[in-house]
């Protein structure tokens, strides 16, 4: 295939795309295909001659379709949102066409000043002062394990880069048992140790760290010689909702100068509507902060906004500069390569500016107002039904329940069937967690594209199936 064979494919692929998004409801949202069926259809080798690009396309349809869990699904309730809006596409085919490598400013001077401008924009939106300076990573799993290594180096008096940690205190990271494995995984990658990673317990509906337990922890680790190092606090954890009390926890670690970082990796994208921000009052006083464009909002996979108070403190523990990644006679340059874990990095900003024009403030607070509400409101069907329970509140559009019939026994079992029927039915997605040692059923509206008729035929469907068990 040349240049010039891509107005035909590239209008194939366009009229694909408009067919696939008008056609999602005739779908099941969750893939059906067996372990290993995919697989089998694909050839052990690879071809040594080329092949005809219809042969491809029609293998796309036959082969890598039917293995596919529709992510843009109206009825995705699963998980959290990957929205995926017609500009941010649009935004990502033009990406994808030009390919730049955005590592530098001088490697593409537009990707970096608008990403400057955009990640501003968006501060604005989210109601964040202006001491927040914002990049684009590619997830919050990166922008955490990009906090947690500045907790260490901070912690450490910049040392821990050069001398290592064999030599030093062993650190302690304070966290809830509500927060996201990506902050585990952080705490491994930055060679901290899952030891080090402090469980504070909580407390509360909205499951909130204990800001009474967790300075008594520090206080504890302090006595012992070990060394405080970090926070890490949530806004709208994944289980369940958790939402610390930001303000509150802040203050004790500002007491012991720990550095603070906010996952709000998902809720993030309702603080557009300023009717949400009680959720993460005291946000403002936070070192680090990270929400996902990618989920809520339409930037499609992957934009992450990482905000933080001092990119100095970023750059320090992350920035390399060897002679060929120097840019000479241009002062007061931002070059992002040197806030983020990777070098390379692609022209994220494009997907927001395109998202941000195309659809306004306006039109994206509507769509996650009425998330929220027709979530609440079927969270209210629930409790009113004689055969279930709200487990935990709605927290924005996230709630969890059980299906509890009367004398019925062993109910983690029995709602771990019903996930697996209405996955296997196909017309929702859903799925389960454990709250209190209970497995509940997870339910979150988010999808773009969602209606207020979706999310009623949430309802009639499980009602539907539960009622078959």
């Not at 080329?50 to 039917?66: G, H, K, N, S, T």
């Not at 290592?164 to 990271?173: C, F």
């Not at 994206?364 to 409790?383: C, D, G, P, Y």
Request: net charge negative; glycine share 6%; aromatic share 10%.
């Amino acid at each position: 295939m040349r240049w010039s064979d891509f107005p035909k494919w590239g209008k194939w692929a366009a009229d694909w795309a408009a067919n696939y998004h008008a056609t999602l409801r005739d779908r099941p949202v969750r893939a059906q295909t067996k372990p290993g069926e995919i697989a089998a259809q694909l050839p052990a080798s690879p071809p040594d001659a080329p092949q005809p690009i219809e042969d491809i396309l029609a293998d796309f349809e036959r082969i890598v379709m039917p293995g596919m869990t529709h992510w843009q699904h109206p009825r995705f309730f699963a998980y959290f949102p990957s929205n995926a809006s017609p500009a941010a596409v649009l935004a990502d085919n033009l990406i994808a066409a030009t390919s730049a490598q955005c590592m530098l400013w001088q490697t593409s001077p537009a990707a970096t000043e608008m990403e400057t401008r955009m990640m501003d924009w968006l501060r604005q939106a989210l109601g964040l002062p202006q001491g927040f300076h914002g990049v684009i990573q590619d997830s919050a799993s990166s922008a955490t394990l990009a906090a947690v290594l500045t907790m260490r180096e901070r912690a450490l008096n910049w040392d821990g880069n050069k001398s290592g940690l064999p030599s030093q205190k062993p650190l302690r990271i304070y966290a809830s048992a509500e927060v996201h494995t990506s902050i585990d995984r952080a705490i491994w990658i930055a060679g901290i140790g899952e030891a080090n990673l402090v469980r504070i317990p909580t407390t509360g509906p909205l499951r909130s760290m204990d800001p009474v337990a967790l300075k008594a922890a520090i206080e504890a680790d302090r006595a012992a010689g070990l060394l405080p190092a970090g926070l890490i606090a949530c806004t709208g954890g994944t289980g369940t909702g958790a939402c610390d009390d930001i303000a509150a926890v802040l203050d004790v670690a500002e007491e012991f100068n720990l550095y603070t970082h906010v996952d709000a990796a998902w809720a993030g994208s309702a603080m557009i509507c300023p009717e949400f921000r009680d959720l993460w009052q005291g946000v403002d006083r936070a070192d680090s902060v990270v929400l996902n464009p990618h989920k809520w909002l339409g930037t499609q996979f992957d934009l992450s906004a990482h905000f933080v108070r001092s990119p100095e403190d970023l750059t320090r523990t992350l920035a390399i500069q060897p002679e060929y990644l120097k840019t000479h006679g241009a002062d007061g340059i931002i070059n992002y390569s040197e806030w983020s874990v990777p070098l390379g990095r692609r022209f994220r900003a494009l997907k927001l500016w395109f998202l941000l024009r195309a659809y306004g403030l306006d039109g994206l607070r509507n769509m996650i107002r009425n998330h929220v509400t027709w979530s609440q409101a079927l969270a209210e069907k629930f409790r009113a039904h004689p055969d279930f329970e709200i487990v935990t509140d709605p927290v924005l559009s996230l709630f969890t329940f059980r299906f509890a019939p009367q004398g019925a026994d062993n109910l983690d079992d029995l709602n771990l069937s019903l996930v697996n029927a209405l996955n296997n039915d196909g017309r929702i997605y859903i799925t389960q967690t454990r709250t209190d040692g209970k497995l509940v059923i997870r339910f979150q509206a988010g999808q773009f594209d969602a209606t207020e008729d979706d999310i009623a035929t949430a309802y009639d469907v499980i009602t539907e199936i539960a009622a078959s068990l």
